[in-house]
C-alpha cells in the first residue's frame, strides 16, 4: 500500500452539465440598450424583438405563420444565416441583435404578424426591395 501522500486525491467531477431550457440570449437589458440605434432603422423588427421576449408561444406562432419551420429565436437565427438569408451582428457572445433579413422574408414576417394581429410599426422610409402595399 503506497503512503497517503502518493495516493491521488479523489477530485469531484466539473460540473459540464449542460443546462436544460438555456434562454436565447437575448434579455431586455441588453435589447434596451440598442433599441435607439435600431429604432431608426426598423421598428417592426422591435416589434418582433419584443414579441421574442414577452410571448414565446407567440413567437413560435409567428415563425411558422412566415413559413420556416423554426420555431425559436436562436435556432431559426442561425439556419437562417447559414442559408444566406440573415446577416447577424452578435452583440455580446449569444445575442443576436442586430440582425437584417432578406427584404422578401422581412415582408413575409411582416404579413405573418399582421395575420396574427400583431401590430406592425410602419418604417419611414421603406427599402427599395420590400415595397408596402
Known amino acids: 500500500m503506497a503512503p497517503r501522500e502518493w495516493r491521488r486525491a479523489r477530485v469531484p467531477p466539473r460540473k459540464t452539465r449542460r443546462r436544460k431550457g438555456?434562454?436565447?440570449?437575448?434579455?431586455?437589458?441588453?435589447?434596451?440598450?440598442?433599441?435607439?440605434?435600431?429604432?431608426?432603422?426598423?421598428?417592426?423588427k422591435i416589434t418582433v424583438l419584443r414579441l421574442l421576449l414577452e410571448k414565446p408561444r407567440m413567437?413560435?406562432?409567428?415563425?411558422?405563420?412566415a413559413g420556416t419551420p423554426y420555431t425559436t429565436l436562436t435556432g431559426w437565427l442561425k439556419r437562417m444565416e447559414n442559408r444566406g438569408?440573415?446577416?447577424?451582428?452578435?452583440?455580446?457572445?449569444?445575442?443576436?441583435?442586430?440582425?437584417?433579413?432578406?427584404?422578401d422574408f422581412a415582408e413575409k414576417l411582416r404579413e405573418a404578424m399582421k395575420n396574427?394581429?400583431?401590430?406592425?410599426p410602419q418604417t419611414k422610409t421603406q427599402p427599395k426591395e420590400a415595397p408596402e402595399q
Open 22 to 44: 438555456k434562454s436565447s440570449g437575448l434579455d431586455v437589458a441588453s435589447l434596451e440598450a440598442w433599441l435607439g440605434v435600431l429604432q431608426e432603422k426598423s421598428p417592426w
Open 59 to 65: 413567437t413560435s406562432e409567428l415563425l411558422r405563420a
Open 85 to 103: 438569408l440573415v446577416e447577424s451582428t452578435r452583440v455580446g457572445p449569444t445575442n443576436w441583435l442586430m440582425w437584417s433579413l432578406d427584404p
Open 116 to 120: 396574427l394581429g400583431i401590430p406592425v
